[in-house]
């Protein structure tokens, strides 16, 4: 309140008044004021649409993206914290929102090439292709995790970030393949689905090998994916070996991170 007075008696310009706005708002959305919360998104983004300088067109551009991103997020946390779980509603919210923010990063894009911008938007693609995937909405899901690869073959990519989408892509094949089983008869065009779920997690697998063989950390839930797929293809024995892997991974993870 002392900042937007301050702003208001002309003390500071635009930017600085939505800046303020959107500090505030992610203030809000970490203790779970989500009204609030969006309330200073929403003004924070219609200043930055409107009232900032035209000149600084790109600066304006990127910071409008950054905050739909931040209300994808939002709209989802405010869906676990009053419904206790993500509704169909908040993940189509969340991907309008995503959608939006990576069209702003194309923009930038266009006119500004830059690591910040490309790997915002594979942010996007990423988490819209996720909540694809959870609402059911296969083709989605993968076309754009397909344009994530697509991002992701760029050179500024690491292999982590290539082996997620692989591994994203493998999850998606194996969801997929279960949803079918629960629906219809098992048939051989079902069956491609857990052969697809493998080799895309077997792709992942290798890339994020490379990572570990230079001294890096992995996502370790790629090992229960594996072992999820390995158990269904009939290899037991690699399932449970890649299944305690994750369980000490999943432990160390816990242990490592402050109580505090």
């Not at 300088?53 to 209300?71: K, N, S, T, W, Y």
């Not at 990576?102 to 996007?124: T, V």
């Not at 048939?187 to 997690?201: R, S, Y």
Request: net charge neutral.
């Amino acid at each position: 309140p002392h900042l937007m007075a301050q702003s208001e008696g002309g003390g500071f310009n635009q930017f600085e008044k939505a800046d303020a706005l959107a500090e505030h708002g992610k203030v809000c959305k970490r203790l779970g004021k989500y009204n609030d919360s969006q309330k200073y998104y929403d003004e924070a983004f219609l200043i930055y649409k409107k009232e900032c300088p035209q000149e600084d067109d790109l600066r304006r551009i990127d910071v409008q993206a950054r905050i739909r991103f931040e209300q994808a997020d939002l709209t989802l946390i405010r869906s676990i914290g009053e419904q206790k779980a993500v509704t169909k509603e908040a993940r189509r919210d969340s991907i309008d929102k995503w959608n939006e923010s990576s069209k702003l990063c194309q923009e930038i894009i266009d006119a500004k090439p830059g690591n910040l911008y490309l790997l915002r938007k594979y942010r996007c693609y990423l988490l819209m292709a996720i909540e694809y995937g959870k609402l059911k909405q296969w083709d989605d899901a993968q076309k754009h995790l397909e344009l994530t690869t697509k991002i992701g073959q760029n050179d500024r990519f690491s292999e982590v970030d290539i082996g997620r989408v692989r591994m994203w892509m493998g999850k998606l094949h194996f969801d997929r393949y279960i949803d079918n089983c629960s629906t219809i008869a098992h048939d051989e065009q079902n069956g491609q689905n857990l052969i697809k779920a493998q080799i895309q997690t077997s792709i992942a697998w290798q890339k994020f090998v490379e990572v570990l063989n230079a001294g890096s950390s992995i996502p370790f839930d790629i090992n229960l994916s594996h072992a999820h797929i390995s158990y269904f293809l009939g290899d037991t024995h690699k399932a449970i070996n890649l299944a305690i892997v994750y369980l000490i991974m999943h432990v160390k993870n816990i242990s490592g991170r402050s109580c505090c």
